[in-house]
């Protein structure tokens, strides 16, 4: 079975070598994989915890916080005229940024929400604006009912957690490095996270792709 937040689901291995533990075939140092594994559970711990901490906020505070989040994502982006932009759907606690999808409408841009389409694949993107119908998804995640793939100027992604090199810690499914690794040009990508989710470092890895930068309600962190 392959694990999504493990790095050896990234690649593509002859026959079935990637069913056998990598020690055993030969292709990875058993203390590599150690390491590996005591990062992979203090990702665990950490997203908990993070999660938590964000949901004990106070909806006013955490709304408060994502209206001055959209205000410097949508000064980041700059002239949005013609211009895809990838937001999200909110969920457990993240800074909502419905409205700045509807700035960005209003200025000319057109938006998008990513879509999970399997487990162990890249995103798609799909255009959508509000008041367009929807469906549910993977974790009851709302994305558009009409399916418009598109391919965004702007990816703007919620982390759980990042650090001062603007590595994301998501929710352990590797849907976003996976996603950027796929694509053939590269979007703006913009997290977007309260200031008290920011560590020290998140132990990037070797399938770990960076965002350009991270906006919080504080500020922004640009590696």
């Known amino acids: 079975m392959i694990d999504d937040d493990d790095p050896r689901s990234f690649a593509s291995p002859a026959c079935f070598l990637h069913e056998i533990d990598p020690v055993y075939a030969g292709l ?15 990702r665990t711990s950490e997203r908990q915890r993070l999660i938590a901490e964000r949901l004990a906020v106070p909806v006013e505070v955490r709304t408060a916080a994502g209206e001055a989040i959209a205000a410097r994502v949508l000064a980041e982006i700059g002239d949005v005229e013609g211009r895809v932009v990838s937001a999200y759907w909110p969920f457990r606690g993240e800074p909502d940024l419905r409205s700045l999808m509807q700035e960005v409408m209003r200025r000319g841009g ?21 008041g367009q119908p929807l469906t549910r998804g993977v974790w009851g995640i709302p994305f558009p009912a009409e399916k418009r793939s598109c391919i965004p100027d702007v ?22 490095d996976r996603t950027l690794a796929a694509m053939q040009a590269r979007p703006k990508v913009i997290g977007v996270s309260y200031s008290a989710a920011k560590l020290s470092t998140i132990h990037p890895q070797k399938h770990d792709i960076p965002m350009d930068l991270v906006v919080t309600e504080a500020g922004t962190a640009r590696r």
């Open 110 to 130: 057109r938006t998008a929400l990513p879509v999970v389409v399997e487990k162990g694949l890249p995103l798609e993107f799909h255009l959508w604006q509000a």
């Open 28 to 42: 990875a140092d058993p203390r590599d994989m150690t390491a590996w594994a005591n990062i992979k559970r203090w």
């Open 155 to 176: 990816v703007i992604a919620p982390v759980v957690g990042f650090d001062h090199g603007c590595y994301r810690l998501g929710y352990g499914g590797g849907f976003f």
